[in-house]
């Protein structure tokens, strides 16, 4: 009867370590990198399919590299740091007011970056990158237009240089900046 429940136990590890540690699914719109105890994170992307790795040697992390939606709107929880998306962000314009601005910003990993990310930034790049970043070029770019424009005849034009900002900065690291699309800017009254 022991050795019964022991073969089970030695069954159930070798499925789920072992075999289940050999292979390595990505699904459509991801690709996996490989970290390898050896040789540190592999320079190659393991594209959607089925691949197989070492067991208990490598160990796959899923990156998604369909366009990421990152929304800046009052109804974000800025509790979760790794979350793509932020609180609106308060600026002030070249003529002295304060305001705040909601909107999306699409973003898009490179797929061939995407090993050099996880190796100098980390899982973590959204909190350590991507908001600061946003945050930073956003009070920026507003501190370069009136409030009247920004509201008014030069949306677009405000929407375009954040755009160049953006991509200015993350272009080198590897995140592709697809559209900026401010959704609201309200006016902050201070009391």
């Known amino acids: 009867m022991a050795g019964d429940s022991l073969d089970k136990l030695m069954y159930s590890f ?3 370590d072992v075999l289940k540690g050999l292979f390595i699914y990505v699904p459509p719109g991801y690709v996996a990198c490989v970290y390898d105890l050896g040789r540190g994170v592999l320079k190659k992307v393991l594209t ?6 070492i067991p208990f040697w490598q160990k796959a992390k899923l990156f998604n590299t369909q366009t990421l939606e990152y929304s800046i709107n009052r109804n974000f929880n800025p509790s979760n740091e790794r979350a793509m998306g932020d609180i609106p962000i308060a600026a002030v314009t070249q003529d002295g007011k304060r305001v ?3 909107g999306t910003i699409l973003l898009r990993l490179d797929v061939h970056q995407i090993p050099s990310i996880w190796q100098t930034i980390g899982e973590d790049f959204v909190a ?5 970043t946003i945050r930073s070029r956003v009070r920026m770019v507003f501190s ?3 409030y009247t424009d920004i509201i008014g005849p030069k949306r677009d034009a405000v929407e375009m240089e954040l755009k160049n900002e953006l991509e200015r900065i993350f272009y080198a690291r590897g995140i592709y900046v697809e559209n900026i699309l401010l959704s609201e800017i309200g006016s902050i009254n201070d009391k």
């Open 128 to 132: 350590k990158i991507v908001r600061p």
């Open 144 to 146: 370069r237009f009136d």
């Open 14 to 16: 070798v499925v789920e």
């Open 100 to 102: 705040s601005a909601e």
């Open 48 to 53: 959607p399919g089925l691949h197989l790795k």
